[in-house]
């Protein structure tokens, strides 16, 4: 877990036990990142670590004025050296997450969403507010749409391999398929992408065009 530019054989073998078992490309960052704070912290190879070591790691997390969000990811990279890597299960027994706190999220009135969508500065602007507010798609989801995954004659959009891998349905509103037409009338053309905002144009079937006007 050394700090050049050289990959160490533990290392290695880290990434390639992530790789197998295809683990997202920033939650691999993501350890990597937590095992080389654990190196720092310890000042030699991760793999030469006590029980005890572990523990006041984390003791020394929580001191420094550490999220709990932080704490939990960089001891859950870390646990997957210890279990995965080097099959140090006495060392991973020694991991232990803290609960957060449950908030409730702000939730804005349908007057707030409206104010919002309004004080976009563009349309394409106001077509991704739109999307995350009128079919309730995260901020990912929303940047990682294709043409294909908008379905106008059902109505419905097809999120694909969102949180925890799963496909899923949302309903398309007739309002969200006329700000897209909007959009791709506008859009630059010189634009080869098709992501969100290069979706192809979009007809709305007939019996939806009175509610869309």
């Known amino acids: 877990m050394s700090k050049t530019n050289t990959v160490s054989p533990l290392r290695q073998r880290m990434i390639e ?17 937590s095992c080389k704070r654990f190196a720092a912290w310890l000042k030699r190879s991760p793999d030469t670590a006590t029980p005890d070591e572990v523990r006041r790691f984390q003791l020394y997390l929580i001191e420094s004025g550490t999220s709990i969000c932080n704490r939990n990811r960089i001891m859950t990279g870390v646990r997957f050296l210890f279990r995965v890597t080097l099959r140090r299960h006495d060392l ?12 409730l999220p702000p939730v804005l009135s349908p007057e707030e969403v409206k104010r919002v969508l309004t004080m976009a500065t563009s349309l394409k602007a106001r077509a991704m507010l739109t999307l995350a507010y009128g079919c309730g798609l995260r901020a990912g989801e ?27 349905h949302v309903m398309l509103p007739p309002e969200v398929v006329k700000l897209l037409r909007q959009w791709w009338k506008l859009r630059p053309t010189a634009s080869k992408r098709c992501g969100l905002l290069d979706v192809r144009y979009i007809p709305i079937p007939t019996k939806y065009r009175s509610a869309a006007k």
């Open 17 to 33: 036990d992530m790789a197998a078992r295809k683990l997202n490309p920033h939650t691999q960052r993501g350890h990597i990142y």
């Open 92 to 103: 991973a027994a020694e991991v232990w997450h803290i609960k957060e706190p449950e908030r």
């Open 142 to 168: 929303v940047v990682r749409l294709r043409a294909g995954d908008i379905d106008s004659e059902q109505m419905i959009i097809r999120i694909v391999q969102s949180k925890g891998r799963k496909d899923r």
